[in-house]
């Protein structure tokens, strides 16, 4: 890592006023620093001043009632992982808090970190390679090595956005709270991200004098049954190679209403409105729950080494559906 | 320009870029706001910006001074820092393998639960009680899991343990009586390039109930 001075911040005004004193990477924010840190050491990012979130106060709660949750951006992905009322109210937000990295991870990493965490890609990551993200020329994973990069969306940079919570939070149709220098701002989640094509270098609308400090979920319907379903390479923890988050308001076997959200294929949290479709308003079967699959990924454009990525996500949405007939 | 060339151009890295041009640049990135360096993190200001400080951290029950950079991870301070008496800490239980938070070698407990020290400034450890494998034997008696790993064999190169133990005791921690599906869970965080796992798990089961 390179030096740089340490600002534990007092105020939300204060970090947005420091913030503002630089565009992006000269000052840069850490609360459990587990994504962070590693950028640092491989000189992604050189900061000069990194700002502690960790000594603003009560921005760590969880806070459920009868309208929703209320989590604060620096709530751990284990308190989130481990909260009995999104156990058992908000079954996918818990599985996919569940299945973020490691204990170690899960202790420490935040939610606004795993919501802002920058992409695994081994060329972005890769302190010499001046790929597009980055600012040189070309995404190095259209004519290179592209196992786990994305099928939908990519187009000019094929990164996959690696959070787990983003989708289940976007499938329960959860809001975040921005702070800026001009005061706070609440939007949908899933207009927070955007893909390469609106902006090749971040992943997120975020300016660089923004924080992300609190995500509103909205109770979920009664006869809700929602799952994250998370394909990895192997048994150990791991990003997803595919992963679907499914909420399913139902009526018996019938879907009244359907929020599919893929993770691990696109460079942001990719809603698949084509297999909600499929399934909405359907007494869901073994023929709905294949047609919900196949039609979740018809647009999908894979690249040379992640054809698997297009059958895998179409299981993975047809075994959703059929989990919420059951 | 022939393609080569340009490649060539324009692919020096920050890193090399800073060592070509020395430390004058380096040192000439002041903090946007007040420079602090050599000072107690305890007399700086909140919110003032600190280059390097003296900060308290409490280790197994002990309390040590020592000098760090903001850019210190804890696993430095434990095996390498020296504190403001001179001393070694020396406490190299805790082991630096990857060193990006993903093989569990150095894992330590934070207020009781397991963190990889690899992926933590120091100055964020002020005010925690921190526990490496070293503090868990109470003297001669060693921790239900020490025990158990001992009786178990559960090691062959022995360079994994270390972060296996201090996962191990964080695990009954929360969770006294684990089935063998938490335990496997709850160890994911660490890696045994030897394969002891069943071993491993087989040691934890038998620690279960006495932490």
């Given at each position: 890592?390179?030096?740089?001075?340490?600002?534990?911040?007092?105020?939300?005004?204060?970090?947005?006023?420091?913030?503002?004193?630089?565009?992006?990477?000269?000052?840069?924010?850490?609360?459990?620093?587990?994504?962070?840190?590693?950028?640092?050491?491989?000189?992604?990012?050189?900061?000069?001043?990194?700002?502690?979130?960790?000594?603003?106060?009560?921005?760590?709660?969880?806070?459920?009632?009868?309208?929703?949750?209320?989590?604060?951006?620096?709530?751990?992905?284990?308190?989130?992982?481990?909260?009995?009322?999104?156990?058992?109210?908000?079954?996918?937000?818990?599985?996919?808090?569940?299945?973020?990295?490691?204990?170690?991870?899960?202790?420490?990493?935040?939610?606004?970190?795993?919501?802002?965490?920058?992409?695994?890609?081994?060329?972005?990551?890769?302190?010499?390679?001046?790929?597009?993200?980055?600012?040189?020329?070309?995404?190095?994973?259209?004519?290179?090595?592209?196992?786990?990069?994305?099928?939908?969306?990519?187009?000019?940079?094929?990164?996959?956005?690696?959070?787990?919570?983003?989708?289940?939070?976007?499938?329960?149709?959860?809001?975040?709270?921005?702070?800026?220098?001009?005061?706070?701002?609440?939007?949908?989640?899933?207009?927070?991200?955007?893909?390469?094509?609106?902006?090749?270098?971040?992943?997120?609308?975020?300016?660089?004098?923004?924080?992300?400090?609190?995500?509103?979920?909205?109770?979920?319907?009664?006869?809700?049954?929602?799952?994250?379903?998370?394909?990895?390479?192997?048994?150990?923890?791991?990003?997803?190679?595919?992963?679907?988050?499914?909420?399913?308001?139902?009526?018996?076997?019938?879907?009244?209403?359907?929020?599919?959200?893929?993770?691990?294929?696109?460079?942001?949290?990719?809603?698949?409105?084509?297999?909600?479709?499929?399934?909405?308003?359907?007494?869901?079967?073994?023929?709905?729950?294949?047609?919900?699959?196949?039609?979740?990924?018809?647009?999908?454009?894979?690249?040379?080494?992640?054809?698997?990525?297009?059958?895998?996500?179409?299981?993975?949405?047809?075994?959703?559906?059929?989990?919420?007939?059951? | 320009?022939?393609?080569?060339?340009?490649?060539?151009?324009?692919?020096?890295?920050?890193?090399?870029?800073?060592?070509?041009?020395?430390?004058?640049?380096?040192?000439?990135?002041?903090?946007?706001?007040?420079?602090?360096?050599?000072?107690?993190?305890?007399?700086?200001?909140?919110?003032?910006?600190?280059?390097?400080?003296?900060?308290?951290?409490?280790?197994?029950?002990?309390?040590?001074?020592?000098?760090?950079?903001?850019?210190?991870t804890?696993l430095?301070?434990?095996?390498?820092?020296?504190?403001?008496?001179?001393?070694?800490?020396?406490?190299?239980?805790?082991?630096l393998?990857?060193d990006?938070g993903?093989?569990?070698?150095c894992?330590?407990?934070?207020?009781?639960?397991?963190?990889y020290a690899c992926m933590?400034?120091?100055?964020?450890?002020?005010?925690?009680?921190?526990?490496?494998?070293?503090?868990?034997?109470?003297?001669?008696?060693?921790?239900?899991?020490?025990?158990?790993?001992?009786?178990?064999?559960?090691?062959?190169?022995?360079?994994?343990?270390?972060?296996?133990?201090?996962?191990?005791?964080?695990?009954?921690?929360?969770?006294?009586?684990?089935?063998?599906?938490?335990?496997?869970?709850?160890?994911?965080?660490?890696?045994?390039?030897?394969?002891?796992?069943?071993?491993?798990?087989?040691?934890?089961?038998?620690?279960?109930?006495?932490?």
């Amino acid at each position: 890592m390179e030096k740089f001075s340490y600002v534990n911040a007092t105020s939300l005004e204060q970090v947005t006023s420091l913030l503002s004193e630089s565009g992006w990477g000269e000052v840069m924010l850490i609360a459990g620093g587990t994504d962070l840190l590693a950028e640092l050491k491989e000189y992604i990012e050189t900061p000069k001043t990194l700002v502690n979130l960790k000594t603003l106060p009560g921005m760590d709660s969880i806070e459920a009632d009868a309208s929703g949750l209320k989590i604060g951006a620096l709530a751990t992905v284990a308190d989130i992982a481990m909260h009995p009322t999104i156990q058992h109210h908000y079954t996918v937000l818990s599985q996919a808090a569940g299945s973020v990295a490691t204990p170690q991870i899960r202790n420490v990493g935040t939610l606004g970190g795993n919501l802002c965490q920058r992409p695994r890609c081994w060329y972005y990551r890769d302190e010499s390679t001046d790929c597009l993200k980055k600012g040189g020329d070309i995404c190095y994973a259209v004519d290179g090595l592209s196992k786990y990069h994305a099928i939908l969306g990519g187009d000019p940079v094929y990164i996959v956005h690696p959070s787990d919570l983003a989708p289940a939070l976007i499938a329960l149709g959860a809001s975040v709270k921005i702070v800026g220098p001009e005061g706070e701002k609440t939007m949908s989640l899933e207009e927070f991200f955007t893909l390469p094509a609106a902006n090749p270098f971040r992943e997120n609308v975020l300016e660089p004098n923004e924080i992300v400090v609190e995500v509103s979920v909205p109770a979920p319907k009664p006869n809700t049954k929602s799952f994250y379903l998370k394909a990895r390479e192997k048994g150990a923890p791991d990003f997803a190679l595919s992963s679907v988050a499914g909420v399913f308001e139902m009526d018996g076997k019938t879907c009244k209403t359907a929020s599919i959200v893929l993770g691990g294929v696109a460079p942001a949290p990719w809603r698949s409105k084509e297999a909600e479709a499929a399934v909405t308003g359907k007494m869901i079967d073994e023929s709905v729950s294949q047609q919900a699959g196949t039609d979740a990924v018809k647009d999908a454009e894979p690249l040379n080494d992640n054809m698997y990525k297009v059958t895998l996500t179409r299981n993975l949405v047809s075994r959703a559906a059929m989990m919420a007939a059951s | 320009m022939p393609e080569k060339d340009k490649k060539q151009g324009t692919n020096i890295s920050r890193r090399n870029f800073l060592k070509g041009v020395g430390t004058g640049t380096v040192a000439a990135t002041v903090a946007p706001s007040v420079l602090i360096g050599s000072e107690k993190a305890a007399d700086a200001q909140a919110g003032d910006a600190i280059a390097n400080a003296t900060i308290e951290l409490t280790i197994n029950g002990k309390s040590y001074q020592v000098e760090v950079e903001a850019r210190t991870t804890l696993l430095t301070v434990l095996r390498d820092g020296i504190d403001t008496g001179g001393n070694n800490i020396d406490l190299t239980g805790a082991k630096l393998i990857c060193d990006r938070g993903e093989c569990g070698g150095c894992t330590v407990m934070v207020d009781g639960k397991s963190v990889y020290a690899c992926m933590m400034l120091a100055m964020d450890a002020q005010g925690k009680q921190l526990t490496t494998v070293e503090g868990l034997a109470d003297g001669d008696d060693l921790h239900p899991v020490q025990e158990a790993f001992i009786q178990h064999d559960a090691l062959m190169c022995g360079f994994c343990t270390p972060g296996f133990i201090v996962s191990s005791a964080a695990l009954l921690n929360e969770n006294a009586n684990p089935t063998l599906e938490e335990i496997k869970v709850g160890l994911s965080g660490n890696t045994c390039r030897c394969g002891t796992y069943p071993f491993i798990f087989d040691a934890v089961k038998t620690a279960s109930g006495k932490v």
